[in-house]
């Protein structure tokens, strides 16, 4: 299971939110969710430049179901420590904004988004 994690840096100069995106980067490899890495998008087109970092964004592959309320603590921590105001989870193409939401709330939405998506015509 891959997550997409976008920190909220509203308000935040672009050196700042780099530097949070590195400690958000740093606290999820020390917690052992997947590998971390910053995200990145493609050149534009007729672009000469390589791969460029999406500011903001963390990717986190090779997680499992267990992982995840793990990331959500370890996201629940940066938040109370950082100037991000939220980070939104994309998981199987679900997104989950993690605010001040309590805990319970929050590690639901994780729990759900990362249920399998349904069949069809299910």
Known sequence: MD???VV???GQTPATLDKLVD???ADLRAARVGVV???TQAPAGGSKSGIAQ?????AVTGTVPGS???AHRTIVAFLNRAAA???TVEVNGKKVTITGATAEETAEA???AAEPPAEPGA
């Open 3 to 5: 997550l997409t994690l």
């Open 8 to 10: 909220d840096g509203e």
């Open 23 to 25: 400690s958000l980067a």
């Open 37 to 39: 890495t910053r995200g």
């Open 54 to 58: 999406v500011l903001g964004e963390l």
């Open 68 to 70: 995840l309320l793990i």
């Open 85 to 87: 105001k939220s980070v």
């Open 110 to 112: 994780l729990r759900v």
